[in-house]
């Protein structure tokens, strides 16, 4: 018998104002990104039941 051990590790970090704010800067812009896609997503489905595939995520728009 073959088993499989996973295991996954927390980290908690506690970074400085100067690190802080550069982690805001580049995840912020992430964030949206992330979020704007799943919206259009979300949105193709409730429309026509389909899902987008990956490879044609590049151009999406969002108001």
């Not at 996973?6 to 690190?19: D, E, G, H, S, V």
């Not at 595939?53 to 108001?63: E, I, N, V, Y």
């Amino acid at each position: 018998m073959n088993t499989k051990v996973l295991k996954a590790y927390k980290f908690r970090i506690y970074p400085m104002k100067a690190q802080k704010t550069k982690m805001e800067r580049i995840l912020n812009p992430c964030r949206w990104v992330y979020n704007g896609t799943l919206t259009c997503r979300k949105n193709a489905w409730v429309k026509d039941q389909k899902s987008i595939p990956k490879s044609s995520r590049r151009g999406l728009t969002w108001p």
